[in-house]
Nanobody, 116 residues
Framework: QVHVVESGGGLVQPGGSLRLSCAASGFTFSNYVMKWYRQAPGTERELVASISRNGASTDYVDSVKGRFSISRDNAKNTAYLQMNSLKIEDTAVYYC?????????WGQGTQVTVSS
């Protein structure tokens, strides 16, 4: 049974940091590209960051470059999103996605709210 579970969201002040985790089970984690998406109210889901199967390659949307860092630990079947210098516009539900050749799996999302 496949599980993808995000954690680590919460309320943070502008300029603060959060670290999101994505724990996966039920599939061969190292065979999947891991991605973080976000969706703010009234907007489309946006790809924020992605990391290759072995972690050697990462990519980010321009708005988070230099502030966010995606990583993964294949031994722990877990992906991470370190978010620094958070801005109000980073407020959204953040979703973890495991993208394979044939299948893709989604978590339920974790709320990140940046507010003073």
């Amino acid at each position: 049974q496949v599980h993808v579970v995000e954690s680590g969201g919460g309320l943070v002040q502008p300029g603060g940091s959060l670290r999101l985790s994505c724990a996966a089970s039920g599939f061969t984690f190292s065979n999947y590209v891991m991605k973080w998406y976000r969706q703010a109210p009234g907007t489309e889901r946006e790809l924020v960051a992605s990391i290759s199967r072995n972690g050697a390659s990462t990519d980010y949307v321009d708005s988070v470059k230099g502030r966010f860092s995606i990583s993964r630990d294949n031994a722990k079947n877990t992906a991470y999103l370190q978010m620094n210098s958070l801005k109000i516009e980073d407020t959204a539900v953040y979703y973890c996605n495991a993208a394979g050749v044939l299948f893709a799996y989604w978590g339920q999302g974790t709320q990140v709210t940046v507010s003073s």
